[in-house]
């Protein structure tokens, strides 16, 4: 099993900044590709970014290209998302997944592990 921890959540304003940290815990070795996927209120979960184990190969979503960065710190089996220049349209709960799968199909219908996701909400 794996257990996936986000924080770093909150309230910004819009054009702000966030970096959520996602840690995993457990089987860590059997994880190949880490990411990030949003769920606003009234809508579906959808996909943000996601990394590969070594981090050479990241996806993200056209909505948050060139705002939002992956990384992963191999050594703390923490994922990374630096988030800027926020949008209201970026507020949602944030959930951090794992799975053993490509990168590729991780972006595509998430992982196998979730977090228990963390609240972000960007004010005008």
């Known amino acids: 099993q794996v257990q996936l921890v986000e924080s770093g959540g909150g309230l910004v304003q819009a054009g702000g900044s966030l970096r959520l940290a996602c840690a995993a815990s457990?089987?860590?070795?059997?994880?190949?590709?880490m990411g990030w996927f949003r769920q606003a209120p009234g809508k579906e979960r959808e996909f943000v970014a996601v990394?590969?184990?070594?981090?050479?190969?990241?996806v993200y979503a056209d909505s948050v290209e060139g705002r939002f960065t992956i990384s992963r710190d191999p050594g703390k089996n923490t994922v990374y998302l630096q988030m800027n220049s926020l949008k209201r349209e970026d507020t949602a709960v944030y959930y951090c997944t794992a799975g053993f799968r490509t990168y590729a199909g991780v972006a595509s219908s998430g992982g196998d592990y979730w977090g228990q996701g963390t609240q972000v909400t960007v004010s005008s």
């Open positions: 990394i590969s184990r070594g981090g050479s190969n990241v």
């Open positions: 457990g089987r860590t070795f059997s994880i190949y590709a």
